[in-house]
């Protein structure tokens, strides 16, 4: 791995073609990082002062942290597939708004 790859999560005991929540990352510049899941683009961080700003894979804003450590796992986070009792729960909740 070279000085620019970062895991996302360094715990994680599966390789990134096992677990979908593992994003490879890229340092594009020196205020953008780039994420990855199975070779696919994922999003990206980029740094404004001291304000780091996660944007989904469709450069969608997700939100700000104050640290690259937030940020990327602000990302895991927002990819990580949703649980089924999530699922439900906003089934739910959109059923309710019809």
Excluded at 27 to 54: K, L, N, P, Y
Excluded at 59 to 74: C, D, E, N
Excluded at 84 to 96: C, D, F, P, V
């Amino acid at each position: 791995m070279s000085s620019t790859d970062m895991p996302a999560r360094s715990d994680a005991p599966f390789p990134d073609d096992q677990n979908p929540t593992e994003l490879a990352w890229q340092q594009a510049d020196h205020d953008v990082f780039v994420a990855t899941s199975r070779g696919e683009f994922a999003g990206f961080v980029t740094v404004d002062e001291s304000t780091h700003i996660v944007h989904d894979s469709h450069s969608r804003r997700i939100g700000s942290y104050s640290s690259l450590a937030a940020a990327r796992q602000a990302l895991v986070d927002a990819t990580r597939p949703p649980s089924r009792g999530r699922e439900r729960l906003r089934r739910r909740i959109l059923a309710r708004r019809r």
